[in-house]
T-cell receptor, first 111, second 114 residues
Framework: GENVEQHPSTLSVQEGDSAVIKCTYS??????FPWYKQELGKRPQLIID?????GEKKDQRIAVTLNKTAKHFSLHITETQPEDSAVYFC??????????FGGGTRLMVKP | NAGVTQTPKFRVLKTGQSMTLLCAQD?????MYWYRQDPGMGLRLIHY???????AKGEVPDGYNVSRLKKQNFLLGLESAAPSQTSVYFC?????????????FGPGTRLLVL
């Protein structure tokens, strides 16, 4: 089945710096890659997603890139702010058309 | 519009006890899911439903049962709780299959099994 690995598990950046979180997946048939943000004690919420027919997608300060050949995708956050501090999860769809999630990255933005 | 709600928010069980977690959604979504969240392991799918009256096993179904008697409700049952089931449980729903649609999560249920 699908296996999604996410790195790093924790990431600390200074406010205003950029943050990059990387995920790799195993199933070459996967074609949908969402990212969820979970603030402390809250529910996960979708922040951006990308499908296999595009290589990059941007939404203000966040962007996601996809390399289907290498089977990896990344989340980029520019000009980080304290409110970006959260756990971020990547995911990929699997053979059953459900999602397989990565283990999560705890991002800490220091003011 | 409440979205996805879960009850209870927190529960402590003794080993061997049973309980039911309730998930409700008011978005008229066909698809509903139960996940468990453990540190460092992301969200793992327990069971899911593609419509009223249907259920299917996910990645980690052992020790759990589910029912979807009404479209808006999805129940997760633990017949005989074990300490390994200590976790945070999230319900989610989506308009289409999870593999291509936004999932909307509930606030979670924190379960401690002693």
């Amino acid at each position: 089945g699908e296996n999604v690995e996410q790195h790093p598990s924790t990431l600390s950046v200074q406010e205003g710096d950029s943050a990059v979180i990387k995920c790799t997946y195993s199933d070459s048939a996967s074609n949908y890659f969402p990212w969820y943000k979970q603030e402390l004690g809250k529910r996960p919420q979708l922040i951006i997603d990308i499908r296999s027919n595009v290589g990059e997608k941007k939404d203000q300060r966040i962007a996601v890139t996809l390399n289907k050949t290498a089977k990896h995708f990344s989340l980029h956050i520019t000009e980080t702010q304290p409110e970006d501090s959260a756990v971020y999860f990547c995911a990929a769809n699997n053979a059953g058309n459900m999602l397989t999630f990565g283990g999560g990255t705890r991002l800490m933005v220091k003011p | 519009n409440a979205g996805v709600t879960q009850t209870p928010k927190f529960r402590v069980l003794k080993t061997g006890q049973s309980m039911t977690l309730l998930c409700a959604q008011d978005m008229n979504h066909e698809y509903m899911y139960w996940y468990r969240q453990d540190p460092g392991m992301g969200l793992r799918l327990i069971h899911y439903s593609v419509g009223e009256g249907t259920t299917a096993k996910g990645e980690v179904p052992d020790g759990y049962n589910v029912s979807r008697l009404k479209k808006q409700n999805f129940l997760l049952g633990l017949e005989s709780a074990a300490p390994s089931q200590t976790s945070v449980y999230f319900c989610a729903s989506s308009f289409g299959l999870a593999g291509g649609e936004t999932q909307y999560f509930g606030p979670g249920t924190r379960l401690l099994v002693l």
